[in-house]
């Protein structure tokens, strides 16, 4: 009886104790079977309950990666549980068997689950409000949508989903800060420009925002700076219209000086150069 309950303990262990009558008599003739796990779960390897436990593996197979012994397809589920939960995802989200199958047939490893969730979901859900939003307006995505589009590798890859994470954060600073409406592709153009980092975003929009009077009105000859002139001068991504920028701001000064209205109400204009520099 206690190789037979220690069967019933390995069973459980790896999801299968519904085959503990069928390989109880197994154990019964020769007990020594507990002894090698490996041994006695490949000898249920074509039982539908087997197949179905470790689906991942049928996935990997017919994407011509190797598969997983039971060992280290169970230690693979516990990593994924381990990274869910040091990211204080609730229990039940994305942390059942058929969501780590998904995982494992995709050949998902814990370090890129930890990527997914870190660097996407949770950038986006403990962001300020704007962020998410800025991911619904952009790719129309709903708040189920938003998880799914970060942790389920058959929905996006994990550098598409970290870059549109970013590009929603760039598009939230310049509405925020500056009053601009990026499209997809400038967030993402700019969020790539900037590597990622969301300070400087927050940093150049708000550079820009503070001076919206100053660059907006026109003196006699000059033409309107546009709104992509103003991103580009400001990050730096465009020469030409980081020099339109300070060819103005000289002008604006000069005019100051002269005694022009402008400057009793504007501070802080010198101010205006490219962000980084």
């Known amino acids: 009886m206690a190789a037979v309950d220690e069967l019933k303990a390995i069973l459980t262990y790896y999801g299968l104790g519904t085959l503990a009558d069928v390989l109880s008599a197994r154990i019964v003739d020769d007990p020594t079977l507990v002894e090698n796990p490996t041994v006695l779960l490949s000898s249920v390897r074509d039982t539908t309950e087997y197949k ?22 169970v ?48 950038a986006v859900m403990q ?88 660059l907006g009105m026109n003196l006699q000859g000059e033409t309107t700076l546009t709104q992509a002139e103003q991103i580009a001068g400001t990050f730096g991504t465009n020469q030409a219209a980081a020099q339109r920028i300070a060819t103005r701001r000289r002008k604006r000064q000069a005019t100051f000086e002269q005694g022009g209205g402008f400057a009793a109400t504007q501070t802080g204009t010198t101010g205006l150069g490219t962000v980084g520099q």
Do not use: H
Not at 52 to 73: M, W
């Open 52 to 73: 179905t436990r470790f689906k991942g593996n049928e996935t990997r197979r017919k994407a011509g990666l190797p598969e997983l012994s039971p060992f280290d397809y």
């Open 127 to 214: 962001a300020e409000p704007g962020t998410k939003a800025e991911l619904k307006q952009l790719y129309g995505l709903s708040d189920g949508d938003i998880a799914a589009f970060f942790i389920d590798p058959t929905r996006f890859n994990q550098s598409e989903a970290i870059k549109k994470a970013q590009a929603a954060q760039v598009a939230s600073e310049a509405r925020r800060q500056a009053g601009f409406t990026l499209d997809a592709a400038g967030a993402e153009a700019l969020a790539t420009e900037l590597k990622g980092n969301i300070g400087t975003a927050q940093q150049g929009f708000q550079q820009i925002g503070a001076t919206q009077e100053l």
């Open 75 to 122: 230690g693979l589920e516990n990593s994924y549980r381990d990274t869910l939960r040091a990211n204080s995802l609730p229990k039940g989200f994305y942390d059942t068997q058929d969501d780590f199958a998904n995982f494992i047939g995709k050949d998902i490893s814990s370090n890129e689950l930890n990527a997914r969730v870190s660097q996407g979901y949770n």
